[in-house]
């Protein structure tokens, strides 16, 4: 990228938008909307490969971008992941706390079902969405197994207050369980659907085939009843 | 590798062992315990990098052979990642089919709890019987996110016999929910379990630090009554 190439976008980054490039490919995520094209990119790789799999290279072809112009607006294969996570992850958390809001608008105290799906909800529907939608439920089902210090400052950063309201809801509505033990069954709860979301060839499986018969409306369903039961288990 | 050495390896490998080699390094797992030996060593890398991410090079090194006796021995990084997930779940589905025969000796109708407990143990007592049974949980629990071609069919062969008999003794003590719905569950528990093995750091988070009251026999049977309660749930 000359100087002067480089100024111009800096420009642009000041007044808050992306600048395009002429694409190299055919022209797909060209223009104002290349910085979300890129990440568009980036989340199909990285949840094909994961992060240690993943390349710039690869990325920036994909893209029709060059690897320079990448490193410019994200900086480092990190804080590209860092920043396709908490695009989508942001949506995910602000979901969850709309959920909880109507939920609690309606009820003082909602059953542990309606909670439990208030939280599902949203990944589900995102992970039916779109193919980058899908990419980016792989991309986080994966994210436990890249290097913890890494996943878990990202997952504090992008979840914690909403996990967080959602941990006291529950305990309000189970007073008989201690916070803890919910705050443990919540880290249960999450470990199931993540893997869930991603694991439909194991349930075929163990099912010998006959999950054709569950659509994935009833599949969400199986699971917050079987979460909730958990949730809800005696000491 | 000389043609000679070649032969007097294939006899060895044909008497039913492998045959050792000086070590590059310390002289570590040289001698019969040479293949074993780099078993470990590829655990360890797989673990640590997932299979994308690891490479025969460093396993080599860190196993003080060269590459070409690993791909001898082994073929390529995805038969030797077979070979490393064989051996140690082959020793897991093991001790789970025991465990259940034990308790089907015992009683005829065993409680969901102890099926849940009998299923649950030999992959939490893998996991804090060495650092090398650690990384193997860590391997697996990263399965689900290698190509899911080759996972699913690994799993399959390795676990398939055994999961599928205790789906069959918990549909036995649980008549009123059909063996399709308990299969699914089934694979809830997997997910849970898999999860919240690599995941004790986030625990820590959604409790706030106060895991560290909770041992690990206490974490297990925390997951237990949360997953019978999960598969006992009414319809």
Chains 1, 2 share one sequence.
């Not at 079902?113 to 589900?124: C, G, N, R, S």
């Not at 991309?139 to 207050?161: G, K, S």
């Not at 916070?179 to 979301?197: C, E, H, P, Q, T």
Request: net charge neutral; with cysteine.
């Amino acid at each position: 990228m000359s100087e002067r190439e480089a100024k111009g976008e800096l420009k642009a980054k000041a007044r808050g938008r992306a600048v395009g490039r002429p694409s190299r490919n055919d022209g797909a995520g060209a223009g104002p909307d290349l910085r979300d094209g890129i990440l568009d990119h980036a989340e199909l790789v990285f949840a094909e490969a994961g992060f240690a799999g993943a390349n710039l290279r690869e990325i920036a072809a994909r893209a029709g971008v060059n690897q320079g112009l990448i490193r410019y607006y994200f900086g480092s294969k990190a804080d590209l992941f860092d920043e396709c996570f908490r695009r989508r992850g942001g949506v995910l958390a602000g979901h969850r706390h709309v959920n909880l809001d109507r939920l609690l608008e309606m009820s003082d105290a909602p059953s542990v079902e309606d909670i439990v799906y208030a939280y599902l909800k949203p990944q589900w529907d995102m992970k039916y969405s779109s193919p980058n939608g899908a990419a980016f439920v792989a991309m986080q089902a994966r994210l436990h197994a890249e290097p913890e210090e890494h996943a878990l400052r990202l997952r504090r950063e992008v979840y914690d207050a909403s996990v967080k309201r959602y941990i006291a809801t529950l305990a309000l509505v189970l007073p008989q369980i201690p916070k803890d033990i919910i705050s443990v069954r919540m880290a249960f709860l999450v470990g199931a659907y993540l893997f869930m979301l991603n694991d439909l060839g194991r349930i075929g499986d163990l099912t010998e085939g006959h999950l054709t018969s569950f659509g994935k409306d009833e599949m969400l369903d199986q699971l917050v009843r079987f979460l909730s039961a958990g949730l809800r288990a005696p000491l």
